[in-house]
């Protein structure tokens, strides 16, 4: 009778939080915050999420939304920031709609991508199947997962670690928490992966990747690409007056005006506008695993292993990973979510392994670029089988041959100057 009973209690005392939350209830945040203390009680989680960055909220809302008790815990207080190009691609933006985030709110659209190197570029955009991309700030996405994660009836802790995984759960706060999954979303650098005891992911070269804010009006509705021997910086409009500036590079540490100065076009654009942030860096690089579920434990997200940041791909995957697994946890079996993850995953660690192999090598650069210029059709076809609108199969073979002549015929004395 008591193990029937809880569970109700504490979802009705989810909703209460929720909406004293949100609809400015009489009840204060004192009431709030005991009310929550209570239900994190009385609660038995069926799923603890350890790691409440954006891939883990979504694994909360995605597993809460097919009515699973679920808890999660981080060791940071929120809203979270993280270096972060601020991209999210079009299947981040149709699976966080499917998680009921009300992603337009705040955020700036993108609809296609545009590779540049010295004056030359090409451009496609996302095929209308796929929708668009948006730009968000981190901050601001992160507030509005949670949001949605207390609407739904998540218990969040934060300011806690997990500070072990057990047989029958976690710990948490010097308490055992017992639960029937518990899901490793704490990033990269992944405990969870440890404690639980699999392999560690086999990791190819890492960059270093920095991001800034600046105040200038976007010169484009599409994400840019700018290419050269340092490496890349991408540009990412994320309000009507605001754009931020990813570089990523193997090269050693030097100063972000400094490093945007080796792009001039983009100088250029910038035309001496404020930051409106400041510099922040992390590494950012491929790694994969082979097994990212044991009996009970899933890893989600950066700790089940990444793409190069380059390819925009991270969060959307992992939003895509979120759903993939709360449908596993539907039909209690895990081996579900790790052939999804496998196939998520397939092919931005191929276009990953492209673009890096690619940019690396600046004859080929150029190539690939004048190449793309020429056969129009194939990098739209490209830009669609990277975010999943259709396989790479369909690709007509006239296209391909087309670009590959290109590919192989260009002169470099040829006038480049493609768009
Ligand atoms: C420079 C740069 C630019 C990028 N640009 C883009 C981009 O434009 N688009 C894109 O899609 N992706 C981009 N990425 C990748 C993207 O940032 C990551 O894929 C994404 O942050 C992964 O989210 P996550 O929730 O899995 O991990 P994280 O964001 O790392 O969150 C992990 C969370 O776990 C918590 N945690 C860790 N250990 C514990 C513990 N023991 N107990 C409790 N909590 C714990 C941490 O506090 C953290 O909040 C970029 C990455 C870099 C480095």
Redesign the pocket.
Known sequence: MARRLLPRLSVVFGKLCALSKYNDFSMGSGSCSELILLRWWLMTPDVVV???????LAAAIAARLRGLEVLV????QPP?D????????PE?VSALRLLGVPVDDGALPFYGIRFTESGSSVEACFPAVAGHGIGIRRLHLHRLLVARADEVGVVSRWR????AVNRSGVELAGRNVPCRWVVG????E???RRWAGFRPPSNVPRRI???QHFRARPWTDLVEVHWNNLGQA?V?PTASDEVCI?V?TSEPLSPMVKLIDHFPEISRRLNGALPASSVR????GSSSMRSVVSERVAL????SG?VD?LT???????FRHALALAEAFERNNLAHYQVAHHQIGRMPERMARLMLFVGARAWLRRRMLHALAAQSQMFGLMLGAHVGAWSPTAIRPRVLAGFVRHLFAWNPLEDTEFV
């Open positions: 350890v790691g409440g960055g954006p891939v883990g815990a981080d060791r940071a979270i993280k270096p972060c190009g601020e991209g999210v691609m981040g806690e670690p997990i500070t979303a704490d990033g990269r992944s405990r969870v990747g920095f991001r991408v990412t990813s990523f860096g992390a590494i950012s989600i997200g950066d700790a990444s940041a925009g791909e991270g969060l959307s995957m992992g």
